[in-house]
């Protein structure tokens, strides 16, 4: 994660060059086709490009679906990312808070540290698990909370779990490389399956 924060410092140029790549990075998710399987109802994106670095993800998913993450970035222009469940009030709000958000006490290392690395060591546990299996613990500095690291050697990179957490409760999560991106979904009831219908 060392890396990551030199690359953090640098942030705002590799945005820039990747800017200029639109063009390449268009194809990179259809490149990736074959490994996913859901449609954009089940699956958060990270992307690049028109709009900057972000996540976009369906407003809605209902309890017990499959959600899955995918990057389409490419982590050598960007750097890796994370998807990582936090309270929203755990969400850094000024520029200042994105400043300091991978320092002690503040969320981003607290990520770092979910994902069993202190900010100088490699990954050891990915993805981070928390409560119940699938998607379902908002992390805080205090508290785990559910996690993926993309990994920083390619792009495509996916993960596919189960919302577990309850219906009527509002999943928030952000990437702990770049504290900006951020999203919510809401978690809605399950349809339920009409006999002959
Ligand atoms: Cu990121």
Redesign the pocket.
């Known amino acids: 994660m060392k890396q990551r924060l030199s690359r953090f410092g640098s942030i705002k140029g590799t945005i820039a060059i990747a800017t200029g790549l639109i063009a390449c990075m268009a194809l990179v998710p259809a490149l990736a086709s074959g490994a996913t399987e859901l449609g954009p109802a089940n699956t958060v994106y990270?992307k690049a490009g028109k709009g900057g670095?972000r996540f976009e993800a369906p407003k809605t998913i209902a309890s017990g679906a499959e959600l899955e993450v995918l990057n389409t970035t490419n982590p050598h222009q960007v750097g890796p990312?994370t998807f990582s469940l936090v309270t929203k009030g755990s969400i850094p709000k000024t520029p200042k808070a994105r400043q300091t958000c991978f320092t002690p006490k503040h969320i981003c290392m607290a990520i770092a540290h979910w994902h069993g690395t202190n900010g100088n060591g490699p990954i050891t546990q990915n993805p981070a698990k928390a409560g119940l299996d699938g998607w379902d613990t908002l992390g805080s500095i205090t508290k785990k909370g559910d996690s993926w690291f993309t990994g920083e050697k390619k792009s495509g990179t996916s993960i596919e779990q189960p919302v577990s957490a309850a219906a009527g409760t509002t999943i928030y999560f952000m990437?702990a490389?770049?504290p900006f991106?951020h999203g919510s979904i809401e978690v809605v009831p399950p349809t339920p399956v009409v006999p002959g219908a």
Do not use: D, R, W
């Open positions: 990270i670095l990312h990437c490389i770049h991106m």
